[in-house]
Protein backbone atom coordinates (compact mmCIF):
# COMPACT_ATOMS: atom_id res chain seq x y z
CA UNK A 1 0.00 0.00 0.00
CA UNK A 2 1.94 3.26 -1.33
CA UNK A 3 -1.07 5.75 -1.15
CA UNK A 4 -1.28 8.00 1.63
CA UNK A 5 -3.89 6.98 4.27
CA UNK A 6 -5.81 10.14 4.70
CA UNK A 7 -6.14 10.48 0.69
CA UNK A 8 -7.47 6.64 1.17
CA UNK A 9 -10.30 7.81 3.70
CA UNK A 10 -10.78 10.79 1.97
CA UNK A 11 -9.78 12.99 5.36
CA UNK A 12 -8.22 15.82 5.68
CA UNK A 13 -4.60 15.32 7.97
CA UNK A 14 -6.07 17.31 10.67
CA UNK A 15 -9.45 15.31 11.36
CA UNK A 16 -10.80 13.89 14.69
CA UNK A 17 -10.42 10.12 15.33
CA UNK A 18 -13.90 10.33 14.90
CA UNK A 19 -14.17 11.42 11.68
CA UNK A 20 -11.51 9.12 10.77
CA UNK A 21 -13.60 6.17 12.01
CA UNK A 22 -16.73 7.22 10.13
CA UNK A 23 -14.85 7.63 7.16
CA UNK A 24 -13.42 4.35 7.30
CA UNK A 25 -17.02 2.86 8.17
CA UNK A 26 -18.78 4.82 5.17
CA UNK A 27 -16.19 3.09 3.05
CA UNK A 28 -15.98 -0.22 4.17
CA UNK A 29 -19.66 -1.22 4.14
CA UNK A 30 -19.58 -0.19 0.47
CA UNK A 31 -16.55 -2.38 0.10
CA UNK A 32 -16.16 -4.88 2.63
CA UNK A 33 -16.39 -8.45 -0.19
CA UNK A 34 -18.96 -10.25 1.84
CA UNK A 35 -21.71 -7.13 1.68
CA UNK A 36 -21.16 -6.32 -1.37
CA UNK A 37 -20.94 -10.06 -3.47
CA UNK A 38 -21.39 -8.65 -6.84
CA UNK A 39 -18.33 -5.93 -7.13
CA UNK A 40 -15.24 -7.97 -7.45
CA UNK A 41 -12.81 -5.34 -7.85
CA UNK A 42 -13.91 -4.35 -4.09
CA UNK A 43 -11.56 -6.92 -1.84
CA UNK A 44 -8.64 -4.79 -2.73
CA UNK A 45 -9.76 -1.92 -2.32
CA UNK A 46 -11.43 -2.99 1.36
CA UNK A 47 -7.69 -4.10 1.53
CA UNK A 48 -6.22 -0.85 1.30
CA UNK A 49 -8.82 1.66 3.42
CA UNK A 50 -8.27 -1.16 5.93
CA UNK A 51 -4.72 -0.78 5.81
CA UNK A 52 -5.15 3.29 5.98
CA UNK A 53 -7.63 2.62 8.91
CA UNK A 54 -5.28 0.38 11.04
CA UNK A 55 -2.72 3.07 10.88
CA UNK A 56 -4.84 6.39 11.26
CA UNK A 57 -7.46 4.39 13.49
CA UNK A 58 -4.93 3.79 16.24
CA UNK A 59 -3.92 7.52 17.66
CA UNK A 60 -0.67 6.51 18.78
CA UNK A 61 0.25 4.67 15.22
CA UNK A 62 -1.24 8.24 13.45
CA UNK A 63 1.33 10.28 15.43
CA UNK A 64 4.11 8.27 14.91
CA UNK A 65 3.13 8.29 10.40
CA UNK A 66 2.40 11.91 10.85
CA UNK A 67 6.08 12.55 12.21
CA UNK A 68 7.40 10.32 9.71
CA UNK A 69 8.37 7.87 11.94
CA UNK A 70 6.76 5.34 10.39
CA UNK A 71 5.64 4.92 6.75
CA UNK A 72 2.10 3.45 5.20
CA UNK A 73 4.02 0.12 4.14
CA UNK A 74 3.54 -2.38 6.80
CA UNK A 75 0.64 -1.31 8.21
CA UNK A 76 -1.14 -3.92 6.68
CA UNK A 77 -3.57 -6.40 8.53
CA UNK A 78 -2.37 -10.31 7.65
CA UNK A 79 -5.96 -11.11 6.57
CA UNK A 80 -5.19 -14.95 4.82
CA UNK A 81 -8.56 -16.02 5.58
CA UNK A 82 -10.79 -16.55 3.14
CA UNK A 83 -14.19 -13.72 2.40
CA UNK A 84 -17.27 -15.71 3.39
CA UNK A 85 -18.56 -14.59 -0.06
CA UNK A 86 -16.06 -16.99 -1.24
CA UNK A 87 -17.91 -20.05 -0.04
CA UNK A 88 -21.33 -18.68 0.46
CA UNK A 89 -21.35 -17.48 -3.23
CA UNK A 90 -20.05 -20.55 -4.70
CA UNK A 91 -23.86 -21.49 -6.11
CA UNK A 92 -24.57 -24.24 -3.78
CA UNK A 93 -27.37 -24.28 -0.88
CA UNK A 94 -25.72 -24.37 2.44
CA UNK A 95 -27.12 -24.34 5.99
CA UNK A 96 -27.15 -20.87 5.73
CA UNK A 97 -29.05 -20.10 2.68
CA UNK A 98 -32.03 -18.40 3.27
CA UNK A 99 -34.85 -18.76 0.43
CA UNK A 100 -37.46 -16.20 2.47
CA UNK A 101 -36.45 -13.44 -0.10
CA UNK A 102 -37.91 -14.93 -2.86
CA UNK A 103 -40.44 -17.89 -1.39
CA UNK A 104 -43.10 -15.86 -2.52
CA UNK A 105 -42.60 -16.11 -6.26
CA UNK A 106 -43.65 -20.01 -5.53
CA UNK A 107 -41.94 -22.76 -3.92
CA UNK A 108 -38.27 -23.25 -3.63
CA UNK A 109 -35.92 -22.19 -6.17
CA UNK A 110 -35.64 -23.77 -9.44
CA UNK A 111 -39.72 -24.01 -9.15
CA UNK A 112 -41.89 -24.24 -12.23
CA UNK A 113 -43.68 -20.93 -11.45
CA UNK A 114 -40.94 -18.77 -11.35
CA UNK A 115 -39.43 -19.85 -14.16
CA UNK A 116 -41.87 -20.33 -16.25
CA UNK A 117 -43.02 -16.37 -15.41
CA UNK A 118 -39.22 -15.86 -16.36
CA UNK A 119 -39.09 -17.82 -19.78
CA UNK A 120 -42.91 -17.22 -20.26
CA UNK A 121 -42.41 -13.63 -20.49
CA UNK A 122 -39.59 -14.45 -22.98
CA UNK A 123 -41.79 -16.25 -24.91
CA UNK A 124 -39.70 -19.29 -24.01
CA UNK A 125 -42.61 -21.61 -22.35
CA UNK A 126 -43.50 -24.95 -23.46
CA UNK A 127 -39.68 -25.36 -24.82
CA UNK A 128 -37.71 -29.00 -23.85
CA UNK A 129 -35.08 -28.25 -21.94
CA UNK A 130 -33.26 -30.43 -19.18
CA UNK A 131 -33.33 -29.90 -15.86
CA UNK A 132 -30.96 -28.27 -13.55
CA UNK A 133 -28.13 -30.11 -11.60
CA UNK A 134 -28.56 -29.93 -7.99
CA UNK A 135 -25.82 -29.58 -5.34
CA UNK A 136 -26.11 -30.93 -1.75
CA UNK A 137 -23.19 -31.31 0.95
CA UNK A 138 -23.64 -34.52 2.97
CA UNK A 139 -20.89 -35.02 6.16
CA UNK A 140 -19.98 -38.74 6.57
CA UNK A 141 -18.59 -40.11 9.62
CA UNK A 142 -15.04 -41.57 8.84
CA UNK A 143 -16.02 -45.24 9.18
CA UNK A 144 -19.60 -44.55 6.96
CA UNK A 145 -17.57 -43.21 4.37
CA UNK A 146 -15.15 -46.10 4.32
CA UNK A 147 -17.36 -49.02 5.12
CA UNK A 148 -20.14 -47.22 2.40
CA UNK A 149 -23.99 -47.79 3.06
CA UNK A 150 -26.67 -46.07 2.33
CA UNK A 151 -27.33 -42.31 3.65
CA UNK A 152 -30.17 -40.15 3.26
CA UNK A 153 -30.30 -36.61 3.33
CA UNK A 154 -33.52 -34.36 3.77
CA UNK A 155 -34.17 -31.89 1.08
CA UNK A 156 -34.75 -28.34 1.68
CA UNK A 157 -38.81 -29.28 0.58
CA UNK A 158 -38.61 -31.97 3.24
CA UNK A 159 -38.31 -34.86 0.65
CA UNK A 160 -35.55 -37.81 1.37
CA UNK A 161 -32.79 -38.50 -0.92
CA UNK A 162 -31.52 -41.71 -0.74
CA UNK A 163 -27.56 -41.76 -1.48
CA UNK A 164 -25.81 -45.20 -2.05
CA UNK A 165 -22.05 -44.49 -0.27
CA UNK A 166 -19.73 -46.59 -2.02
CA UNK A 167 -16.94 -48.40 0.49
CA UNK A 168 -13.60 -46.45 0.14
CA UNK A 169 -15.49 -43.09 -0.58
CA UNK A 170 -13.33 -39.89 -0.19
CA UNK A 171 -13.46 -36.96 1.82
CA UNK A 172 -14.28 -34.10 -1.60
CA UNK A 173 -15.49 -36.91 -3.86
CA UNK A 174 -18.68 -35.76 -5.46
CA UNK A 175 -21.23 -38.36 -6.10
CA UNK A 176 -23.48 -38.33 -9.53
CA UNK A 177 -27.41 -39.56 -8.76
CA UNK A 178 -28.70 -39.31 -12.40
CA UNK A 179 -31.88 -37.80 -12.80
CA UNK A 180 -32.75 -37.07 -8.86
CA UNK A 181 -31.61 -33.23 -10.17
CA UNK A 182 -34.53 -30.45 -10.97
CA UNK A 183 -37.11 -31.44 -13.19
CA UNK A 184 -36.78 -30.81 -16.62
CA UNK A 185 -38.86 -27.72 -18.51
CA UNK A 186 -41.63 -29.10 -20.92
CA UNK A 187 -40.64 -32.89 -22.02
CA UNK A 188 -36.43 -32.40 -20.76
CA UNK A 189 -35.35 -34.85 -19.13
CA UNK A 190 -34.54 -34.20 -15.28
CA UNK A 191 -31.12 -33.26 -13.97
CA UNK A 192 -28.71 -34.80 -11.82
CA UNK A 193 -28.21 -34.31 -8.04
CA UNK A 194 -24.07 -33.83 -7.06
CA UNK A 195 -23.63 -34.73 -3.66
CA UNK A 196 -20.17 -33.45 -2.22
CA UNK A 197 -18.62 -35.09 0.40
CA UNK A 198 -17.18 -34.44 3.68
CA UNK A 199 -16.07 -37.01 5.78
CA UNK A 200 -15.22 -35.95 8.91
CA UNK A 201 -12.53 -36.76 11.31
CA UNK A 202 -12.25 -39.57 13.61
CA UNK A 203 -10.71 -40.11 17.04
CA UNK A 204 -8.08 -42.55 15.97
CA UNK A 205 -8.22 -43.82 12.69
CA UNK A 206 -6.77 -41.26 10.23
CA UNK A 207 -6.40 -41.68 6.40
CA UNK A 208 -3.99 -41.02 4.04
CA UNK A 209 -5.12 -42.46 0.42
CA UNK A 210 -6.33 -45.74 0.70
CA UNK A 211 -4.31 -46.84 3.66
CA UNK A 212 -5.45 -46.30 7.42
CA UNK A 213 -2.89 -45.10 10.42
CA UNK A 214 -3.36 -45.88 14.09
CA UNK A 215 -1.14 -45.09 17.02
CA UNK A 216 -1.95 -48.12 19.49
CA UNK A 217 -1.66 -47.87 22.96
CA UNK A 218 0.36 -50.83 24.15
CA UNK A 219 1.80 -52.22 28.10
CA UNK A 220 5.54 -52.06 29.06
CA UNK A 221 4.67 -55.87 29.55
CA UNK A 222 4.01 -56.20 25.62
CA UNK A 223 6.62 -54.39 24.90
CA UNK A 224 9.37 -56.20 26.50
CA UNK A 225 7.97 -60.01 26.60
CA UNK A 226 5.79 -59.55 22.83
CA UNK A 227 1.84 -60.18 22.72
CA UNK A 228 -0.89 -60.84 20.69
CA UNK A 229 -3.41 -57.67 21.15
CA UNK A 230 -6.58 -56.76 19.84
CA UNK A 231 -6.11 -53.69 17.29
CA UNK A 232 -9.11 -51.56 15.62
CA UNK A 233 -9.46 -51.82 12.02
CA UNK A 234 -12.43 -49.86 10.24
CA UNK A 235 -13.86 -52.82 9.52
CA UNK A 236 -13.83 -54.61 13.21
CA UNK A 237 -11.24 -55.66 15.38
CA UNK A 238 -8.46 -58.07 14.41
CA UNK A 239 -5.53 -59.81 16.62
CA UNK A 240 -2.05 -59.01 15.81
CA UNK A 241 1.01 -60.02 16.75
CA UNK A 242 3.47 -57.57 19.19
CA UNK A 243 7.05 -58.71 18.38
CA UNK A 244 8.53 -59.14 21.78
CA UNK A 245 10.69 -56.23 22.44
CA UNK A 246 8.84 -53.68 20.66
CA UNK A 247 9.43 -50.26 21.32
CA UNK A 248 7.36 -47.19 21.01
CA UNK A 249 7.48 -45.83 16.78
CA UNK A 250 7.49 -49.43 15.68
CA UNK A 251 4.79 -49.73 12.73
CA UNK A 252 2.88 -53.06 11.86
CA UNK A 253 1.64 -53.38 8.71
CA UNK A 254 -1.98 -55.22 8.59
CA UNK A 255 -2.07 -55.84 4.79
CA UNK A 256 -5.63 -55.36 3.08
CA UNK A 257 -7.46 -53.83 6.15
CA UNK A 258 -7.42 -50.11 4.91
CA UNK A 259 -10.10 -48.71 2.91
CA UNK A 260 -11.43 -50.56 0.11
CA UNK A 261 -10.81 -49.32 -3.56
CA UNK A 262 -13.31 -49.62 -6.53
CA UNK A 263 -11.57 -52.08 -8.22
CA UNK A 264 -12.06 -54.35 -4.79
CA UNK A 265 -8.83 -54.36 -3.33
CA UNK A 266 -8.30 -52.63 -0.20
CA UNK A 267 -5.48 -50.36 1.18
CA UNK A 268 -3.21 -51.65 4.53
CA UNK A 269 -3.83 -50.67 7.97
CA UNK A 270 -0.67 -49.34 9.81
CA UNK A 271 -0.06 -49.87 13.35
CA UNK A 272 2.03 -47.30 15.65
CA UNK A 273 3.23 -48.87 18.93
CA UNK A 274 3.02 -46.45 21.65
CA UNK A 275 4.24 -47.95 24.86
CA UNK A 276 2.59 -46.74 27.89
CA UNK A 277 3.48 -47.14 31.40
CA UNK A 278 1.10 -48.44 33.88
CA UNK A 279 -1.82 -45.58 34.16
CA UNK A 280 -1.51 -45.62 38.23
CA UNK A 281 1.67 -45.91 39.44
CA UNK A 282 2.69 -49.39 40.31
CA UNK A 283 5.24 -49.98 43.69
CA UNK A 284 6.31 -53.25 42.69
CA UNK A 285 6.99 -51.86 39.34
CA UNK A 286 9.03 -48.93 40.66
CA UNK A 287 11.12 -51.58 43.18
CA UNK A 288 12.22 -53.03 40.44
CA UNK A 289 13.57 -50.96 38.56
CA UNK A 290 15.05 -49.19 41.19
CA UNK A 291 17.77 -52.08 41.91
CA UNK A 292 17.45 -52.99 38.33
CA UNK A 293 21.14 -52.54 36.68
CA UNK A 294 20.98 -51.77 33.06
CA UNK A 295 23.67 -52.83 30.43
CA UNK A 296 25.06 -48.86 29.44
CA UNK A 297 21.84 -47.52 27.45
CA UNK A 298 21.97 -44.14 26.27
CA UNK A 299 19.03 -43.15 24.18
CA UNK A 300 19.89 -40.02 22.98
CA UNK A 301 23.19 -40.76 21.48
CA UNK A 302 22.55 -39.87 18.02
CA UNK A 303 21.34 -36.13 19.19
CA UNK A 304 25.01 -36.09 20.86
CA UNK A 305 23.87 -35.82 24.53
CA UNK B 1 -12.32 -28.86 11.98
CA UNK B 2 -12.71 -29.40 16.30
CA UNK B 3 -14.03 -26.61 18.15
CA UNK B 4 -10.33 -26.08 19.40
CA UNK B 5 -8.86 -25.82 16.26
CA UNK B 6 -11.87 -23.17 15.16
CA UNK B 7 -11.33 -21.38 18.26
CA UNK B 8 -7.80 -21.02 17.61
CA UNK B 9 -7.83 -19.75 14.02
CA UNK B 10 -10.60 -17.76 15.14
CA UNK B 11 -9.38 -16.14 17.56
CA UNK B 12 -12.37 -16.14 19.65
CA UNK B 13 -13.21 -16.94 23.29
CA UNK B 14 -15.23 -20.03 24.12
CA UNK B 15 -18.15 -18.06 25.43
CA UNK B 16 -18.45 -15.70 22.57
CA UNK B 17 -17.92 -18.91 20.09
CA UNK B 18 -20.88 -20.48 22.06
CA UNK B 19 -23.11 -17.25 22.12
CA UNK B 20 -22.95 -16.88 18.51
CA UNK B 21 -23.78 -20.85 18.16
CA UNK B 22 -26.93 -20.14 20.60
CA UNK B 23 -28.04 -17.47 18.45
CA UNK B 24 -27.24 -19.61 15.14
CA UNK B 25 -24.48 -16.91 13.68
CA UNK B 26 -22.60 -19.95 12.86
CA UNK B 27 -24.27 -23.47 12.44
CA UNK B 28 -21.77 -26.39 12.91
CA UNK B 29 -22.12 -30.00 11.50
CA UNK B 30 -22.99 -32.08 15.22
CA UNK B 31 -21.99 -35.54 14.95
CA UNK B 32 -21.91 -37.71 18.05
CA UNK B 33 -22.03 -35.00 20.37
CA UNK B 34 -19.00 -33.31 18.85
CA UNK B 35 -19.47 -30.16 16.53
CA UNK B 36 -17.40 -29.61 13.62
CA UNK B 37 -16.40 -26.31 11.49
CA UNK B 38 -16.11 -25.68 8.48
CA UNK B 39 -13.81 -23.00 6.20
CA UNK B 40 -17.02 -21.19 5.29
CA UNK B 41 -17.83 -21.20 9.25
CA UNK B 42 -14.21 -19.25 9.85
CA UNK B 43 -15.03 -17.03 7.05
CA UNK B 44 -18.80 -16.20 8.30
CA UNK B 45 -16.89 -15.80 12.07
CA UNK B 46 -14.52 -13.20 10.66
CA UNK B 47 -17.22 -10.98 9.16
CA UNK B 48 -19.12 -11.40 12.00
CA UNK B 49 -15.48 -10.03 13.89
CA UNK B 50 -15.86 -6.99 11.33
CA UNK B 51 -19.02 -6.29 11.87
CA UNK B 52 -18.81 -6.28 15.68
CA UNK B 53 -15.23 -4.85 15.98
CA UNK B 54 -14.50 -2.64 12.86
CA UNK B 55 -17.85 -1.17 11.58
CA UNK B 56 -19.61 -0.73 15.30
CA UNK B 57 -22.76 -2.93 14.31
CA UNK B 58 -24.20 -4.16 18.27
CA UNK B 59 -25.56 -7.79 18.56
CA UNK B 60 -28.97 -7.19 17.28
CA UNK B 61 -27.86 -5.40 14.16
CA UNK B 62 -25.03 -8.22 13.49
CA UNK B 63 -28.77 -10.87 13.57
CA UNK B 64 -30.60 -8.40 10.88
CA UNK B 65 -27.17 -8.33 8.91
CA UNK B 66 -27.12 -12.13 8.96
CA UNK B 67 -30.40 -12.77 7.76
CA UNK B 68 -30.63 -10.34 5.45
CA UNK B 69 -27.00 -11.32 4.02
CA UNK B 70 -28.16 -15.46 4.10
CA UNK B 71 -31.04 -13.88 1.98
CA UNK B 72 -28.99 -11.99 -0.64
CA UNK B 73 -26.92 -15.14 -1.39
CA UNK B 74 -29.72 -17.27 -1.24
CA UNK B 75 -30.91 -14.87 -4.09
CA UNK B 76 -27.68 -14.92 -5.59
CA UNK B 77 -27.68 -18.44 -6.21
CA UNK B 78 -31.16 -18.82 -7.37
CA UNK B 79 -30.78 -15.90 -10.03
CA UNK B 80 -27.16 -17.91 -11.10
CA UNK B 81 -29.21 -21.33 -11.09
CA UNK B 82 -31.55 -19.52 -14.00
CA UNK B 83 -28.88 -17.89 -15.68
CA UNK B 84 -27.53 -21.62 -15.99
CA UNK B 85 -30.87 -22.78 -17.14
CA UNK B 86 -31.17 -19.56 -20.29
CA UNK B 87 -27.57 -20.00 -21.05
CA UNK B 88 -27.49 -23.39 -23.41
CA UNK B 89 -30.58 -22.20 -24.55
CA UNK B 90 -29.10 -19.08 -26.00
CA UNK B 91 -26.64 -20.95 -28.33
CA UNK B 92 -29.13 -23.38 -29.52
CA UNK B 93 -31.07 -19.82 -30.24
CA UNK B 94 -28.46 -18.54 -32.18
CA UNK B 95 -27.59 -22.07 -34.42
Redesign the interface.
Known amino acids: MAADPYTTLGVKKDATQDDIQKAYRRLAKRLHPDLNPGNKTAEDKFKEVTAAYDLLGDPDKRARFDSGEIDAQGSERPRQQQYYRDFADQGGWSAYTNSSGFSDFGEFAGSEDILSEIFGRQGRAGRRRRGQDVRYHLDLSFLDAINGGKQSIILPDGATLEVNIPPGTRDGQVLRLKGKGRPGVGDGPPGDALIEISVLPHPYFTRKGDDIYLDLPISLKQAVLGAKVKVPTPSGVVTAAVPKWSNTGRVLRLKGRGAPRPDGSKGDEYVKLMLMLPQKPDPALEAFVAQWQPVADIPRQSMGV | M?IQEFIG?SHLDTPTLNAWVEAEWL?P?V??KRS?F???D???A??IQ?LKM???VNDEGVAI???L??????????V???H???A??RTSDSG
Open positions: ERVVSRFSEALARRLDDFGILHLDQLYGLRCLRDIAMEPD
